[in-house]
């Protein structure tokens, strides 16, 4: 242990006498300097995240009150994409960098949960002893399932196909190289262009409601149709063998002509031919084609904003070798809005479904190895958690105003908001999402020319 700890202290010791001040890998970016105009980074990088929750659904009419929600769910989502980067320096401290991933697989799983210890089956799910329809009718042949769950994973299957193109300009304001009086800061704009496969999650629906995507070798795309931009700026500042950082970010997201909506299929989906219960109400039919309604029945997309803060520890350098070993540690908090879009009930549901503002909070360890200019291995995990929100629960009339006349919706009724189902959105029905974990490993190899 002697000899580990005065390695360990001669190897900080040496980082913190040699060289000048670098920028975090956070702040770090690619510069055309007046003796080596051209900058060129390339990477390859290997992205997978599991998350895991319990969803659980109010109680219509409680025996128990004071039980709250009963669990229904535990549902996975694992993701794996492989990620090419390339970052171009277009001037002095001034990037350019484009990201194209292609999805591996994104494939999203429930089951039946547990009650105090207790497996919830088919006789004590709400899901599957459901009885009516989007209106609230009772449906041909009770019980009618929601969807398909059992004690085996239900899986829908997504992936095997490239993901939304990223490109983005990042512009080094200061450089604590250049001048060691002030810090690196950094500020950023990407944009995700909608390039992706639409993923249509009510297509071709059996009439158990089963997704066609439930079957390995008939994978569905994942793409969502949108744009986003997210605006960013950090601040990092070298003190020897510690590097500080921040950062802060909003992201804004807008749709595109091609942007999904629970309107899309509202004629098939009131009057379906399948056998399946109504999925959406026949007021539907005509409140979405209604110019009143416009966008208030169409996608309600969030923004996130969040703050990261973190600190690089850089035990061994050797600037005449160009040769560096990083460690990264960080923490964030991530603000998503509410919203009307795909969330962990929509590949089951086959709905886009209105979500309650969520907080997003994780910790992150970084490992960067720089054999020499040119090459360079990164690794890194995470692991955050999710507030507990609702995944459905439509307002009944526009703008959350109580409309009058009909409520079912099974006859015209202006006032009725056409996302409004009964089974998923009314007081007692609606669903609650809890215990997120969400941990993600990433693995890249990094060229420098």
């Not at 992706?196 to 999650?201: E, F, G, K, T, V």
């Not at 500080?244 to 942007?259: C, D, G, M």
């Not at 703050?307 to 061994?316: A, K, N, Q, R």
């Amino acid at each position: 242990m002697g000899r580990l700890r005065q390695g360990l202290t001669t190897a900080f010791l040496f980082a913190a006498l040699t060289g000048p001040a670098g920028a975090a890998e956070m702040t770090r970016l690619q510069s055309a300097e007046p003796g080596d105009p051209f900058a060129l980074q390339f990477s390859i990088r290997w992205d997978r995240e599991q998350e895991r929750a319990t969803i659980s659904r109010e109680q219509a009419y409680a025996p128990t009150p004071a039980q709250g929600d009963l669990t229904e769910l535990r549902y996975s989502r694992v993701k794996n994409d492989l990620v090419t980067r390339a970052a171009l320096a277009l001037y002095t401290d001034l990037e350019l960098h484009v990201e194209v991933p292609y999805s591996l697989g994104d494939d999203a799983a429930w089951r039946f949960g547990s009650r105090n210890g207790i497996p919830v089956n088919a006789s004590t799910s709400s899901i599957a002893q459901n009885g009516v329809d989007a209106m609230g009718r009772p449906c041909v042949a009770a019980p009618c399932s929601l969807f398909p769950v059992g004690s085996e994973e239900n899986t829908v299957f997504h992936g095997g196909n490239l993901g939304d193109l990223r490109a983005g300009l990042a512009w080094g304001i200061f450089n604590d190289q250049r001048d060691d009086t002030k810090p690196y800061w950094l500020v950023g704009l990407d944009v995700t262009f909608p390039t992706a496969p639409l993923y249509d999650p009510a297509e071709n629906r059996g009439s158990n409601w089963q997704s066609p995507h439930a079957v390995e070798a008939k994978r569905g795309a994942s793409g969502e149709k949108v744009w986003r931009y997210d605006l960013y700026t950090a601040l990092s500042r070298r003190f020897g063998v510690v590097d500080p950082y921040f950062k802060a970010h909003v992201t804004a997201v807008l749709p595109s002509s091609s942007t999904y909506s629970n309107c899309d299929h509202v004629a098939e989906l009131a009057n379906p031919t399948n056998g399946a219960p109504a999925q959406m109400t026949l007021a539907a039919v005509t409140n979405c084609a209604d110019p009143r309604w416009k966008d208030d029945a169409k996608a309600k997309l969030p923004f996130v904003a969040g703050l990261t803060f973190g600190t690089e520890l850089v035990p061994f350098e050797d600037t005449k070798e160009d040769q560096k070993v990083t460690f990264d540690f960080r923490v964030w908090a991530d603000y998503t809005s509410s919203s009307r879009f795909y969330n962990e009930l929509t590949d089951a549901s086959g709905k886009l479904h209105d979500t309650e503002a969520y907080l997003t909070m994780g910790a992150y360890m970084g490992l960067y190895l720089r054999a020499s200019r040119w090459v360079s291995l990164q690794a890194t995990a995470s692991l955050a958690t999710r507030s507990s929100h609702w995944l459905s629960g439509e307002s009944l009339g526009k703008g959350g105003q109580p409309p009058s006349g009909d409520l079912s919706g099974a006859t015209p009724n202006p006032d009725l908001n056409p996302n409004f189902d009964w089974r998923y959105d009314a007081p007692g029905n609606r669903f609650r999402i809890s215990e997120v974990s969400v941990f993600s490993l990433g693995v890249a190899g990094v060229l420098t020319f």
